[in-house]
């Protein structure tokens, strides 16, 4: 039996440009029809706000075996979907194939290297429609480096207290139709340690406070919108023969994640 999930992260660039009102990148794959009609649903009005976390690499089996943790999320968010990520499952190629909609033979970022992607992205379909876009990411990260020099704002921040901070700043400012929001802190912490060692769980619950904070500064401005709030990983990450976090593999505690969307409506 196969034990990847079924829905692919290459559908979420269209899926999340629907729910936006805006065109899907050029070369998106299929968005998922339920998901956009289900988020859509939610919303009072025009969906006019997107806030997307990018945690780095939290497992679906992270959420399974840890699931309390998660409260948090489940409790901002309305649908949570199981989905496949490509291979291989390395942060570059996954968010490539995340925001542009397409398989790595088509963004070009085959492995772990960090070039500017130059086929079309959600972030360029988003400025022709006319949207203010921020990105917010650790420096040095993918997230920082690979949608470079495009007509949005860029917040390069020293590390993930720092990102959160300045995102939750964005938010109340309300000067952005679309923030994109990386922080990498559980990445890390289980490559030192190990997946499911006592720093790499603080790191991943940090994570999940982060988004939290988003939440609730997205919630405060309910009055002005209605806001898509995504919590949105690239891959999983497994245990190797030595007892060592990694992922880059095509098995399922590295193919498997999980999204969860919400959408907070206009009041
Ligand atoms: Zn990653």
Same mark, same amino acid.
Do not use: M, W
């Given at each position: 039996m196969n034990n990847t999930n079924s829905v692919s992260i290459t559908q979420i660039a269209a899926t999340v440009a629907d729910v936006m009102g805006v065109e899907p990148?050029?070369?998106? &794959? &299929? /968005?998922i029809d339920w998901l956009s009609a289900l988020l859509k649903s939610y919303a009072? $009005? /025009?969906?006019?706000r997107t806030v997307l976390y990018n945690p780095d690499a939290i497992a679906l089996w992270l959420f399974q075996k840890?699931?309390?943790?998660?409260a948090p999320v489940l409790k901002h968010t309305q649908v949570g979907v199981p989905l496949k990520t490509v291979f291989p499952s390395v942060t570059p190629v996954c968010f490539a194939s995340m925001y542009t909609g397409t398989q790595p033979e088509i963004h070009g970022? %085959? /492995?772990?290297e960090k070039p500017v992607v130059l086929i079309d992205s959600l972030f360029d379909t988003l400025i022709r429609a006319g949207k203010r876009v921020a990105i917010v990411a650790v420096k040095g990260s993918s997230m920082a480096k690979i949608y %470079?020099? /495009?007509?949005l704002d860029y917040y390069i921040e020293t590390y993930d207290e720092e990102v959160c901070e300045k995102a939750v700043e964005l938010i109340e400012k309300d000067e952005y139709d679309f923030i994109s929001v990386y922080t990498q802190s559980y990445d890390d912490a289980m490559h030192l340690t $190990?997946? &499911?060692s006592e720093v790499a769980l603080g790191a991943m619950k940090n994570q999940i406070s982060i988004f939290e904070k988003l939440a609730l500064a997205v919630e405060k401005q309910a009055n002005n919108h209605s806001t898509l709030l995504g919590f949105v990983t690239d891959h999983g990450v497994h245990t190797n023969d030595k007892g060592g976090g990694t992922h880059g593999s095509d098995i399922p505690q590295d193919m498997n994640i999980m999204h969860f969307y919400g959408m907070k409506a206009k009041i």
């Open positions: 990148p050029l070369q998106a &794959e &299929e /968005k009072n $009005g /025009k969906v006019d840890y699931t309390a943790d998660f970022i %085959a /492995k772990y %470079a020099d /495009k007509a $190990g997946t &499911e």
